[in-house]
């Protein structure tokens, strides 16, 4: 099993999302549309 095969089962139950602005960089850990800080609707979705 390698590393990131066990950090994900280690955080699997959690379900960790984090949506980030592809724009200035600014995160939410709630879903989002719309960056709070510019604005941008570029928002990246990221989980693990
Ligand atoms: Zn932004």
């Known amino acids: 099993?390698?590393?990131?095969e066990s950090l994900r089962e280690l955080l699997d139950g959690?379900?960790?999302v984090l949506y980030e602005c592809r724009r200035c960089g600014a995160t939410a850990s709630?879903?989002?549309v719309e960056c709070c800080r510019c604005g941008s609707s570029e928002i990246?979705?990221?989980e693990w």
């Open 44 to 46: 990246a979705r990221y």
């Open 30 to 32: 709630t879903e989002t």
């Open 14 to 16: 959690d379900g960790v």
């Open 1 to 4: 099993m390698n590393v990131l």
